[in-house]
């Protein structure tokens, strides 16, 4: 049996600081939504120069999603910080885009709406059924996540008419993968919700 004297005396585990490189990377993808959306407002979809710095903007936000959660996970720095501001970096960025893409004529709104209300949907079920465990991300939301990258990046940079057409192809395979996905989600979280009760 444990002496309590010794017990007391063991270190405790070093608590995470709220000022670490995960949640510093999470939070500059935030501030880069704006400068995002800024540059393609100032292109108007049509100005070269702003849309290439806009689609690279976007490319970057986009890979420290990648980073942070990287970081986070390697080095211990998950944080409850960076548990919100994360998916919240993520989806503002995406909307964001999708947004503004049919805002210009470029993207049918049924296609902004579609993703959005999924993306809406997943967070919703996520917080239904937290109190009976957490819903991993599927590698069919990693290649759903991968496809509207690549779709909003082929939008928006300034490409000749032959390669410009495959953007709506990309994009409808994002769809079909985000609704998909988003079906998924729904059926875990109700076998999740039942289990727990049973």
Do not use: H
């Not at 002496?3 to 000022?19: C, E, I, T």
């Not at 939008?155 to 769809?175: E, H, K, N, Q």
């Amino acid at each position: 049996m444990t002496d309590p004297a010794v017990q007391a005396a063991a270190p405790m585990p070093p608590s995470v600081p709220l000022v670490n490189a995960a949640n510093v990377i999470t939070a500059l993808r935030l501030v880069m939504v704006p400068a995002f959306a800024l540059m393609v407002v100032a292109s108007g979809m049509t100005g070269s120069d702003w849309r290439i710095a806009a689609c690279l903007t976007f490319g970057i936000a986009s890979f420290t999603d990648f980073v942070d959660g990287w970081i986070a996970r390697r080095y211990g720095l998950v944080t409850a910080f960076g548990k919100v501001a994360d998916p919240i970096a993520d989806k503002a960025l995406t909307g964001a885009a999708l947004l503004l893409l049919s805002w210009y004529d470029r993207l049918p709104w049924w296609v902004t709406v579609v993703i959005l209300v999924r993306e809406v949907g997943v967070t919703l079920l996520r917080f239904w059924v937290i109190r009976y465990g957490v819903i991993a991300a599927s590698r069919g939301g990693k290649i759903k996540t991968t496809l509207q990258i690549l779709a909003i990046g082929w939008y928006l940079w300034p490409l000749p008419d032959p390669l410009a057409d495959i953007g709506p192809w990309i994009m409808a395979a994002a769809v079909a993968v985000t609704v998909a996905t988003g079906l998924d989600y729904a059926l875990r979280a109700l076998r999740m919700r039942a289990a727990a009760r049973g």
